[in-house]
């Protein structure tokens, strides 16, 4: 017998015009053929499994918590509250759909200090890392959500723009992007 595979037609169907529709597929030296030889036996070691990579891990940061509320919303919500229950709905629905595993810096009503939240993230190699807010203004008709990611570039025009007039802004606000505490920076970087 040969060691080579062996090359096999298979007539799937016809159509209505009699032109045959065909697969081509190779046949391992082991598989039983058709032209009357015994099957050899199959290889004594079966195939080693194809280790699959573990799933990328998303840390989530409800922020806040503790001595520390964050916002207080219009009918006297903690925005820690919100961050949190935030989290866990988001960590429960991500870990549902099997394709990552996700870590929070904190579950529970508790102060989790900035370094240690980032410190979660960079020791257990997360692919992706989420602080958790629900900003507050005074205007109560205001709803929605704001995304920062960090980006060398901007995807596009709109985005440039975007980015733009937001870092004007927080250069004369108090949350300003430079001169910030050195664990604050730490985050951004």
Do not use: C
């Not at 922020?63 to 009918?75: N, R, Y």
């Not at 961050?83 to 904190?106: F, H, I, M, P, S």
């Amino acid at each position: 017998m040969s060691s080579q595979p062996v090359t096999r037609r298979l007539v799937l169907g016809r159509l209505g015009s009699g032109t045959a529709i065909t697969s081509t597929f190779l046949l391992p030296p082991w598989f039983h053929q058709a032209n009357g030889r015994p099957a050899p036996h199959p290889p004594k070691t079966p195939p080693m499994p194809v280790a699959r990579p573990p799933a990328p891990l998303v840390v989530l940061d409800p922020g806040h918590g503790g001595k520390d509320p964050g916002a207080i919303g219009f009918s006297g919500t903690y925005e820690k509250q919100v961050a949190l229950a935030a989290a866990g709905d988001l960590k429960n629905q991500l870990e549902a759909g099997g394709r990552y595993r996700v870590v929070l810096t904190r579950s529970r009503d508790v102060f989790v200090p900035l370094d240690d939240r980032v410190a979660t993230a960079q020791a257990q190699g997360a692919a992706l890392f989420v602080s958790m807010h629900a900003d507050a203004v005074s205007d109560h008709t205001v709803r929605g959500a704001s995304v920062y990611t960090l980006s060398r570039t901007a995807s596009d025009a709109q985005t440039a723009a975007l980015a733009q007039r937001e870092n004007s802004a927080d250069r004369f606000s108090s949350a300003a992007w430079r001169g910030l505490s050195p664990e604050v920076e730490r985050i951004l970087a």
